[in-house]
Antibody, heavy 126, light 106 residues
Framework: EVQLVESGGGLVKPGGSLRLSCAAS????????MSWVRQAPGKGLEWVGR??????????DYAAPVKGRFTISRDDSKNTLYLQMNSLKTEDTAVYYC?????????????????WGQGTLVTVSS | DIQMTQSPSSLSASVGDRVTITCQAS??????LNWYQQKPGKAPKLLIY???NLETGVPSRFSGSGSGTDFTFTISSLQPEDIATYYC????????FGQGTRLEIK
């Protein structure tokens, strides 16, 4: 059974930093393309960014609002995905979800999110 | 970025009703369009991928159609457990979501 468990959320002041983690199990993490998706309170879903598997180059891509401030990385030895968030703004307040991308076996993986974690809340406030 | 416009933003329907949600892309996205269901306090769940393909395990009362810029999501016979917010999402160019449609029981 695929499981994604996020952690690391909390309250941080504007301009501060936070690192989220996502522990993965139930699938071959090293082969997976992974994403972060966020949802501000009472609002819709917003894609944050994506990291490819290392065999596919391990490259990252980010949405415009977070580019240059957020960094996605992975540790395949620990089956863990990370989201390093710097220069945080109040508008970054959201639940952050870790997702797999197209574990159904299509190659290259399509831009769909088939497994989701439960989310972790990040609140940016003074 | 490609803009995704869903309509309506909310709707109220009765159990057994046929429910339709539309999603319009700001440019041609072929069939690179997915639909998700999100229940309150829960993570979203993938229902339909590539415009019309039902994800494994999803009830057959859910369906999707369309290509290019205009897409439709349908629940053929609304059930009480279908109360949720539904989102479309494109992946032709980067990734963007529609603003969501909140579905309530009348």
């Amino acid at each position: 059974e695929v499981q994604l468990v996020e952690s690391g959320g909390g309250l941080v002041k504007p301009g501060g930093s936070l690192r989220l983690s996502c522990a993965a199990s139930g699938f071959t993490f090293s082969n997976a393309w992974m994403s972060w998706v966020r949802q501000a309170p009472g609002k819709g879903l917003e894609w944050v960014g994506r990291i490819k598997s290392k065999t596919d180059g391990g490259t990252t891509d980010y949405a415009a609002p977070v580019k240059g401030r957020f960094t996605i990385s992975r540790d395949d030895s620990k089956n863990t995905l990370y989201l390093q968030m710097n220069s945080l703004k109040t508008e970054d307040t959201a639940v952050y979800y870790c997702t797999t991308m197209d574990r159904g076996g299509s190659y290259p993986p399509r831009g769909l999110f088939d497994y989701w974690g439960q989310g972790t809340l990040v609140t940016v406030s003074s | 970025d490609i803009q995704m416009t869903q309509s309506p933003s909310s709707l109220s329907a009765s159990v057994g009703d046929r429910v339709t949600i539309t999603c319009q892309a700001s440019q041609d996205i072929s069939n690179y369009l997915n639909w998700y269901q999100q229940k309150p306090g829960k993570a979203p769940k993938l229902l339909i991928y590539d415009a019309s393909n039902l994800e494994t395990g999803v009830p057959s009362r859910f369906s999707g159609s369309g290509s290019g810029t205009d897409f439709t999501f349908t629940i053929s016979s609304l059930q009480p457990e279908d109360i949720a917010t539904y989102y479309c999402q494109q992946y032709d160019n980067r990734i963007t979501f529609g603003q969501g449609t909140r579905l309530e029981i009348k």
